[in-house]
């Protein structure tokens, strides 16, 4: 696995975040049953920098916790066959033969400012973040409530998984 982890921002966390991010990403991988290495990054930036980037690709000029950019399309989340019958090119890289899953952005800020707001440590906040967007890399959505209740109990049971339960 290649996981690239980039810290945009000089608030500190106070904890090891690239192990939680690690932890997580492998959780996610192992309890999707994914049957590929998998090249991902992440970054870490800021309110404004999320923002700016959320207005880019969203058209919402607001600070949000996490953004997924997926490079797979999916069949079914999660479903990971058919991605044998497309040109190897289109989702491996071709000098590693790694899945290409797509980038995470998370704002250190939000994962503070959420911790606090919902009791719980940041080491959780982030993991919830990390385990959040790699459901959406997977092919994972919470536009309809039946998506919503999917998307949460897979969460659950990833952080489980990691011990970051809520506290």
Same mark, same amino acid.
């Given at each position: 696995?290649t996981?690239?982890i980039?810290?945009e921002?000089?608030? #500190?966390?106070g904890?090891?975040y690239?192990?939680?991010i690690r932890?997580?990403?492998?959780? @996610? ?6 049957p590929y290495? /998998? ?5 870490l930036?800021?309110?404004e920098?999320? @923002?700016?980037?959320n207005?880019?690709y969203r ?22 066959s ?20 797509g980038?995470? /952005? ?6 503070? #400012? ?5 009791? %719980?440590s940041?080491?959780?906040e982030?993991g919830?973040?990390? @385990? ?8 994972y959505d %919470?536009? #309809?409530p039946e ?13 489980q998984?990691? %011990?970051?339960?809520?506290?």
């Open positions: 696995m996981l690239n980039e810290k921002v000089d608030t #500190e966390l904890f090891d690239e192990k939680v932890d997580v990403v492998e959780a @996610a991988l192992e309890f999707e049953e994914c290495e /998998i090249e991902l990054n992440v970054i930036t800021s309110n920098e999320i @923002a700016m980037i207005r880019d058209d919402l000029f607001v600070p949000t916790d996490v953004l997924s950019f997926p490079m797979i399309d999916y069949i079914a989340p999660g479903d990971f058919q991605l044998d019958t497309y040109n190897e090119e289109d989702y491996f890289n071709p000098e590693t033969g790694e899945l290409m899953l980038d995470i /952005i998370i704002s250190v800020d939000k994962v503070i #400012e959420q911790a606090d707001k919902y009791g %719980h940041k080491e959780r982030l919830f973040l990390t @385990a959040h967007s790699m459901l959406h890399l997977f092919g %919470h536009m #309809e998506e919503t209740e999917v998307m949460e109990i897979k969460q659950r049971d990833i952080l998984l990691v %011990h970051l339960n809520r506290s």
